[in-house]
């Protein structure tokens, strides 16, 4: 492939994982409420976890920031709480996640990876909910929060896998391992 050609696909195919990130990011925001504010599946992760694996950090980073502006146009809006919870969320799970994977790959496996995703995406969300609200006590729920974000990082993770490894059987995406 010529060099237009490769931005070209590169375009498309992160293009696509945007769209299904931004697909779930809806879809789970019209699920009935789990009943601990706060708590939720974090669907979309499994794009942003599948991309840093497949694809990069750099291409993570646009699935994470791409389906939050999104996934918000559909949702509360721009220009509200939820929107920069929802961002700081992302922004420190695909970072953590990159991290991890880039310096201590041989220790996380996806599930662990999305693991630190999830844990990362409630600290983030408390931290901006406590300096918004102005009340510090905010953070007491992250004990709560955890209860959710095991089990939820590890059905994440899970599906990770096997969207990794079907991906992997297309030509067309070609990972980087």
């Excluded at 809006?77 to 992302?90: E, P, R």
């Excluded at 939820?152 to 079907?166: C, E, F, K, N, P």
Aim: aromatic share 8%.
């Amino acid at each position: 492939m010529n060099k237009n050609a490769d931005s070209a696909h590169r375009l498309v195919i992160i293009s696509m994982l945007v769209t299904m990130a931004s697909i779930l990011h809806v879809i789970e925001g019209l699920l009935p409420a789990i009943p601990v504010t706060g708590a939720r599946l974090g669907l979309a992760n499994i794009i942003t976890l599948t991309t840093i694996i497949c694809f990069g950090y750099g291409d993570a980073l646009a699935v994470a920031v791409g389906r939050t502006v999104l996934g918000s146009l559909f949702g509360p809006g721009l220009i509200s709480v939820g929107f920069v919870m929802s961002f700081a969320g992302a922004l420190l799970s695909w970072a953590l996640m990159s991290l991890a994977h880039k310096y201590a790959k041989k220790l996380f496996s996806l599930i662990g990876l999305s693991l630190v995703g999830a844990v990362a995406h409630n600290i983030a969300q408390l931290a901006v909910a406590s300096l918004i609200f102005e009340e510090i006590a905010i953070v007491s729920m992250f004990p709560i929060l955890m209860i959710f974000a095991v089990p939820t990082g590890i059905m994440v993770g899970l599906v990770s896998r096997y969207l990794t490894q079907a991906l992997e059987k297309i030509p067309l995406f070609r990972t980087r391992g």
